[in-house]
């Protein structure tokens, strides 16, 4: 079908319905296509209403083609104000967009005093499609200033996932201030670029990230398959700039350039169990300064080794036969050890450019809840570390010193005040409407003999349950089953919000997300303990504000 439509104002209106048929709808002006879509036509009221920013197009006349029905056509408005779709059930503390499809974080820099966020996006539907790049920031977590897209699909692909990265040596020539940001054309993966195949291109801001402009030609050619997700990044003990690309199945190319431009094949990786979404940094252990290169991948698989500039000399495992790779992510998994991607997670986490020593990284939780203008949300963010365990250096992850500032209120209380600590204690910590949360708990085992009686603890929070076991040295938790590792006091931080919990514990080596099975904020938090002794604080949290 085709049909034509005067604008007259600055936006237009298109009306998404969940559920209902995909349509490829393409948008013309004078014979040029400017815009394709995929999206849900259906013929019923919208669910939410998304927008295209049509105020270049004042006056003249717009052809909307594709295999939609009238009806759906009849619901297009063209009005001088963005939609506003009432929210439901917003999480209180994680960030999510206004409306539509959110999943990996892009681009993530720090620049001018303020932490730019870019994540894949779909403005025209709540699942994944028509890959855009959208843009939040903050200075403090706390706050946040959302902004419209900023990186938009085309005639040679979607704009997959990229990093960002300031063009200090002016490279470019756009100033020392510009960022440029590399990200893959995903050609081939719309009706409108399958005469086209997956590329690295570059984008770039000369005002601080606000708006985004594209270079016309492509820094990487198609290499093979759906090469793509390149990792930038400028190494100052080799004067050189560095690239990480998945190429395809458990393979990683490292690429090397002195323009940010030209580049050349260094070197080529296989890590069995590793795919997508690279990150590649430096940590060093406070504990005795040693420093190991992190190459991390989508799943929060990730292995350590020594870099030159040149290559990433991987760590072996103890046999020596392959290279040694460890998981930070408490993710359920199936018989073949394969992420059950049916389950909330964290997933596709990136860190910031420009913070220095301070390694902060933020992923993609695969929250998908009905009845929600919006899928997807953010994590929290978190600060790395490098930990030396018994086992070796491992990757530790903490909540960022940010979020206590959220805290409002604050409730403790006793694990170990009764004399007879082995029998069953049971205590009411909190009870409210529309709260998040984050509790504390610091505990240990209050038996004389580790074979006499429980020891364990029971946290109901908002009817979902943490059961802890010192017994086992293991959380239960909906699908979840997290090991404890063995220590003389055990340190967990839940944050309940609406969407989801983040559990940090054993200090930060173990890092898992799960459902919040009331899919509410509202209501007790209640433990039962035994054989404990310890203490638990609750601190009532305040909403992070949004704005435009």
Same mark, same amino acid.
């Given at each position: ?373 919006? =899928?997807?949300? %953010?994590?929290?963010? &978190? *600060?790395?570390?490098?930990?030396? +365990?018994?086992? @070796?250096?491992?990757?530790? $992850? ?47 085992? =209050?038996?004389? %003999?580790?074979?006499? &009686? *429980?020891?364990?603890?029971?946290? +109901?929070?908002? @009817?979902?349950?943490?059961? $802890? ?64 002794? @310890? ?14």
């Amino acid at each position: 079908m085709e049909k034509t439509i005067r604008i007259t104002g600055k936006y237009l209106w298109i009306p998404i319905t969940p559920g209902a048929k995909d349509s490829i709808v393409s948008f013309y002006m004078s014979g040029v296509k400017i815009q394709e879509m995929c999206i849900e036509t259906g013929e019923d009221k919208p669910h939410f209403y998304a927008w295209f920013d049509a105020a270049a197009y004042q006056g003249d006349i717009m052809t909307i083609e594709g295999d939609y029905k009238e009806k759906w056509f009849e619901g297009i408005l063209v009005r001088d104000k963005k939609p506003v779709n009432p929210g439901r059930k917003r999480p209180l503390i994680h960030y999510a967009p206004e409306f539509g499809w959110l999943n990996d974080p892009n681009g993530l820099i720090y620049d001018n005093g303020v932490y730019h966020i870019y994540h894949q996006h779909n403005p025209y539907g709540v699942k994944w499609e028509n890959m855009h790049w959208a843009h939040t920031s903050t200075r403090d977590f706390l706050s946040y200033t959302q902004t419209e897209d900023v990186l938009f699909p085309d005639e040679e692909g979607p704009a997959f996932s990229g990093t960002a990265i300031l063009d200090q040596n002016n490279c470019l020539g756009l100033g020392t201030d510009a960022i440029a940001y590399f990200y893959t054309s995903a050609g081939g993966r719309s009706h409108w670029s399958k005469k086209h195949r997956f590329t690295q291109k570059v984008a770039v801001s000369t005002d601080h990230g606000k708006t985004l402009k594209k270079l016309e030609e492509s820094v990487l050619p198609h290499i093979n398959e759906e090469n793509r997700d390149p990792k930038v990044f400028y190494h100052e003990e080799s004067g050189s700039y560095i690239m990480v690309l998945y190429i395809s199945d458990d393979t990683f190319y490292f690429f090397r350039s002195k323009d940010l431009i030209h580049w050349e094949k260094m070197q080529e990786i296989i890590i069995p169990g590793m795919w997508e979404c690279p990150d590649f940094f430096p940590l060093t252990c406070e504990g005795d300064g040693v420093k190991k290169w992190v190459l991390w991948s989508a799943d929060g698989y990730y292995c350590l080794g020594d870099f030159d500039g040149k290559y990433f000399h991987a760590e072996k495992n103890k046999e020596g036969d392959a290279i040694a790779r460890y998981q930070l992510y408490n993710i359920i998994t199936d018989g073949e050890n394969k992420a059950d991607r049916n389950f909330v997670r964290p997933y596709a986490a990136q860190i910031f450019k420009g913070t220095g020593d301070r390694i902060l990284q933020l992923s993609w939780i695969t929250s998908v809840k009905k009845d929600r203008n919006y =899928a997807g949300i %953010l994590s929290l963010p &978190g *600060e790395l570390g490098l930990s030396k +365990t018994t086992e @070796g250096y491992r990757i530790c $992850i903490n909540p960022a010193k940010e979020l206590a500032k959220l805290r409002s209120e604050t409730f403790s209380e006793a694990l170990d005040k009764k004399e007879e600590t082995l029998a069953p204690c049971f205590a009411s910590l909190y009870s409210g409407e529309g709260q998040a949360l984050e509790i504390e708990l610091a505990f240990s085992d =209050a038996r004389q %003999l580790k074979s006499k &009686g *429980e020891s364990y603890i029971k946290l +109901t929070v908002f @009817g979902t349950l943490f059961s $802890i076991d010192l017994f086992s040295r293991e959380i239960k938790v909906g699908p979840h089953r997290i090991p404890l590792k063995e220590e003389k006091e055990h340190h967990l931080r839940i944050y309940a919000d609406m969407d989801v919990f983040e559990l940090f514990a054993c200090q930060g080596l173990t890092y898992a997300v799960t459902d919040n099975e009331s899919d509410s904020v509202s209501g007790s938090v209640e433990i039962e303990y035994s054989g404990i002794k @310890g203490d638990i604080k609750l601190h009532a949290l305040r909403k992070i504000r949004i704005s435009e």
